[in-house]
């Protein structure tokens, strides 16, 4: 790392855009720049998030891919997109996939505003804690004492997929990941920080954040005192994999056999 950056990760990022030209002093002014911050639904983010670091021809794993609204603005023909989902069979904690094999990766597990998503027809769950554990752990957390819950479960799912992400990411691969803050028990949670946190010790860098600001207001609640802000924005996060988090994860011994043999 030099100045907080991978080395590697940068010509990476370059051999990711291939039809971008490299930055030179003689670049032209213009104001059509991709920016960070956008008013709209996921369906108008996404294909500017994919599109700023995805290169054509990528193979593509969404491993929540639910109704596909995330690709509904994507040209069909730009990716190989491989779509799963809890719902078709597919856990995103325990892909198909063989190591180091896939471009990139979206994740977007259902975060607790999630819960409440029945109405815009997504198949994710609405309802309690004990009801998301229920559809999205396998059933297991209902069972396992001491099990996370509440923030924690939502938590746990980002960090496990994660970890599967990188798993099957190839070297210097890119995950693209959908969440929300929120306040659980009273208490702010910045989901976009602990996660970006946790998958820094899984070798996965956040490169970019996307804000998305929902274009309507947030329905009127009966307060008696307002608290915290109510959120109408959520984020789209960029991270890449380490170029050589794969040699890492292997054992000096293979590493050291692997080396001799190049
Ligand atoms: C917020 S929705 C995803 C919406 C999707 N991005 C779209 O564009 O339509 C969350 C999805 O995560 C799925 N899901 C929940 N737990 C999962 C798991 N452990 N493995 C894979 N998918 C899961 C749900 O079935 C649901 O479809």
Redesign the pocket.
């Known amino acids: 790392m030099v100045d907080g950056k991978w080395l590697m990760v940068d010509s990476v990022a370059e051999s990711q855009h291939p039809a971008r030209p490299r930055r030179s002093a003689g670049g032209k002014a213009t104001s059509e720049v991709v920016v960070s911050a956008h008013t709209g639904g996921?369906?108008d983010v996404?294909p500017v998030v994919i599109g700023l670091y995805v290169r054509n021809g990528a193979t593509v794993a969404?491993?929540?891919?639910?109704?596909?609204?995330?690709?509904?603005k994507v040209e069909p023909e730009r990716y190989r997109v491989l779509a799963?989902?809890?719902?078709t069979g597919?856990?995103?904690?325990a892909l198909p996939y063989a190591d180091d094999s896939i471009d990139a990766v979206?994740l977007?597990?259902?975060?607790m505003e999630?819960l409440h998503?029945r109405a815009q027809g997504?198949?994710?769950?609405s309802g309690t804690h004990g009801a998301f554990r229920a559809?999205?752990?396998?059933g297991r957390a209902l069972v396992t004492p001491g099990a996370p819950k509440y923030h924690d479960a939502v938590l746990a799912?980002y960090f496990?997929?994660g970890r599967e992400a990188q798993r099957v990411l190839k070297p210097g691969g890119v995950l693209i990941v959908?969440c929300q803050d929120e306040v659980s028990a009273n208490r702010q949670r910045l989901t976009h920080v602990e996660i970006i946190n946790r998958y820094a010790a899984l070798d996965l860098r956040c490169e970019d954040l996307f804000v998305v600001v929902r274009p309507n207001r947030p329905a009127v609640s009966r307060l008696e005192r307002q608290v915290h802000a109510r959120k109408n924005h959520s984020y789209f996060l960029v991270f890449v994999k380490h170029p050589l988090a794969s040699k890492k994860r292997r054992s000096p011994a293979k590493i050291k056999q692997s080396s001799q043999r190049e």
């Open positions: 996921n369906s996404f969404d491993v929540t891919y639910g109704q596909g609204v995330f690709w509904r799963s989902d809890l719902q597919v856990d995103c904690r979206v977007d597990p259902p975060y999630g998503r997504h198949m994710a769950g559809r999205y752990s396998n799912l496990d997929a959908k």
